[in-house]
């Protein structure tokens, strides 16, 4: 049995267009609402020790998803089985009122999170401290921003140590400062072997914060497994969502070579035009081929762009050549990178042509994606590569 166990999960809703439908519902008898499901046979466990990313869009289910697993919402069927103290950072200001000040929040609120007054007063110097609000500790809280609430809410459910932490979209609305605060105490829970399941639009933090994702599309699963590989996909997802077809006739991407003197026709990655999966630190053959219906002087520029848009690399042939190519008909050049030094993630290659200047661009095209897998202890790296290092303790 897993401390965190979802199993087949579902939550419907009843919509009434007016308060007197369900009084007539139940007078006659008759349907006078519309179901709606929020969750769709939702199912993953967790293990002691793992961090769960919850990711969607808008809509999606998420919040309802973490209500059920906080025991505030009942699911319509499944079970959602959890042992283990549990605290929860949902809706802001949730458990808290207005009138009281921080201080009597701090007490209201870690009453509800099965705390007695004795440990509240142990804890109240430490809960205090970390949220750093001073003396509007003693003001009411209808003072407060919602940054200010959300340091004394993130503050009080990390202080009854729980064994499993869930962390809505709330985090947003706080400053940067206190954001990679949090995310420090949070990485400490990691390390102590606890449960954090965490929900955010923030792709960079889930990368750092989780090992698992769970992407919810609609209500349903729509991907679980490796953080890496769900953000990546969630993050194409995006982008085709934002695409249209203004945007590419725009940028040129894939608009075929209409018009064009010479185009690529193809971007092959290690041999193949298909999604390439590389260990870290693999080596890379880009091999892009060409063709010429008349003779120009041209450069070839290839780049490596992440899936958030992020050019991690990019180099045009006049850096290490004297002269253009030139020719007429086909041809290919391959640039190959040794020890690929990339972090874990998804890329494209996007290969350019371009004329004797570098200023126009013949065409531009990219190739399918690759995915690095995560290394050993990828815990502990953050950013777009490794670079080599050596510590010293002096």
Known sequence: MYPVDVRNVSKTYRLYRRPIDRLKEVLFGKTFHQAFESLKDVSFAVSFGDTLGVIGDNGAGKSTLLKILAGTLTPTRGEAA?????????????????????????????????????EIREKQGSIVDFSELGGFIERPLKTYSSGMVVRLAFSIATSVDPD?????EALSVGDQYFQEKCIKRMLR?????????FCSHAMFIVNQLCHRTVWLDHGAVRMQGATGQVTAAYENH???????????????EDSGYVNSPLWIRSIALNGQETPVELEWGADLDILLEFECVEERRFWVALGIRRNDDLICHAVSMARDFSRPLSTK??????????????????????????????????????????CIRPSEGWKHEIGILEL????QIL
């Open 82 to 118: 959890i042992q283990g103290r549990l605290a929860a950072l949902l809706e802001l200001g949730a458990g808290f009122h207005p009138e009281f000040t921080g201080l009597q929040n701090i007490y209201l609120n870690g009453s509800l999170l099965g705390l007695s007054k004795a």
């Open 164 to 168: 499993i932490l869930i962390i809505d």
């Open 189 to 197: 829970f990691w390390d102590q072997g606890k449960i954090i399941i």
């Open 238 to 252: 995006l982008r085709e969502k934002s695409a249209n077809a203004a945007e590419r006739s725009e940028t040129g």
């Open 329 to 370: 008909g086909g041809g290919a050049v391959l640039l190959r990178y040794k020890a690929l030094p990339l972090l874990q993630g998804e890329y494209t290659v996007v290969g350019s042509l371009l004329d004797e200047a570098g200023v126009h661009c013949y065409h531009r095209k990219e190739s399918s994606t690759f």
């Open 388 to 391: 080599d290092h050596e510590w």
